[in-house]
């Protein structure tokens, strides 16, 4: 069984986002880059499903600039067997909707039994790359998965609902994403690190699957949120309905 998991590469959770003057954008100058978080959890997932004999080959996948190749070298690390390389121009905006069709095109040429995706890149917080993907391809989805357990030609996919846990039964092939309570991330050891360098990493473009990647969004303007007020301490039940009432306005 082929597992394809596709990695992006954005700015580490650890640094705080700036916003360049003028509200053109956010400053990525000299800024430490990392694979999205979630898809972390998905290339994890799949050495796991792969160290239990469920897979053969897993496929890492990414598209962004040539420093992605990066993203794909610590997937690489973490247990990936190869990895594939979409570029685009440096400071290119990719939109879901691209990225779901340069998948779909990537999946088609290799034949994956499973694609694994996290369920969300924590620069743009959309939430859509998966399920559209599954749409294009007319798979069977299971988003938010906190637990996968591989079956004969099907997968069980634990999701955690308002109401609890829903667990689906999809028959492969099948796109599932991953959430935080997934698994752990492991880190990759030294050995690791340095035989990823030796792994095939093919590079395409976008032009090769006959995708569109311009933008059908325009950004107007980005703007930093606003400053947290200081709080400050009262000496009784009273003064605080007090303020409440007269600065805070909420009752």
Request: hydrophobic share 40%; charged share 30%.
């Amino acid at each position: 069984m082929k597992i394809l998991v596709p990695v992006k590469r954005v700015v580490d959770y650890n640094v705080k986002i700036r916003v360049k003057p003028g509200g053109t954008g956010i400053d990525l100058a000299n800024v430490k880059m990392s694979m999205n978080p979630f898809d972390e959890i998905a290339v994890e997932e799949a050495v796991r499903i792969k160290e239990k004999g469920g897979s053969s080959e897993i496929v890492a996948v990414s598209i962004g600039p040539a420093k992605a190749q990066e993203t794909i070298r610590t997937a690489l690390a973490i247990g990936a067997d190869r990895g594939i390389h979409i570029e685009t121009p440096d400071g290119a905006l990719v939109e879901p909707l691209a990225v779901a069709k340069l998948l779909k095109s990537v999946v088609d040429a290799e034949k994956p039994d499973l694609v694994i995706l996290g369920k969300q890149a924590i620069d743009d917080d959309c939430n859509q790359t998966g399920q559209m993907l599954a749409g294009l391809l007319g798979w069977p989805q299971g988003t938010f998965a906190s637990k996968v357990v591989l079956d004969e030609g099907s997968v069980h996919v634990t999701r955690e609902v308002d109401g609890g846990l829903e667990t689906l039964k999809l028959k492969m092939p099948a796109v599932v994403t991953t959430d935080l309570r997934l698994n752990e991330p492991r880190y990759p050891s030294l050995p690791n690190i340095m035989n990823a360098k030796k792994k095939p990493l093919e590079t395409k473009k976008p032009d090769d699957f006959g995708v569109d990647i311009a933008p059908r969004l325009k950004v107007q303007n980005t703007t930093e949120p606003t400053t947290r007020k200081a709080g400050v301490r009262v000496d009784s039940v009273a003064e605080l309905v007090e303020k409440l009432k007269t600065e805070a306005g909420v009752l």
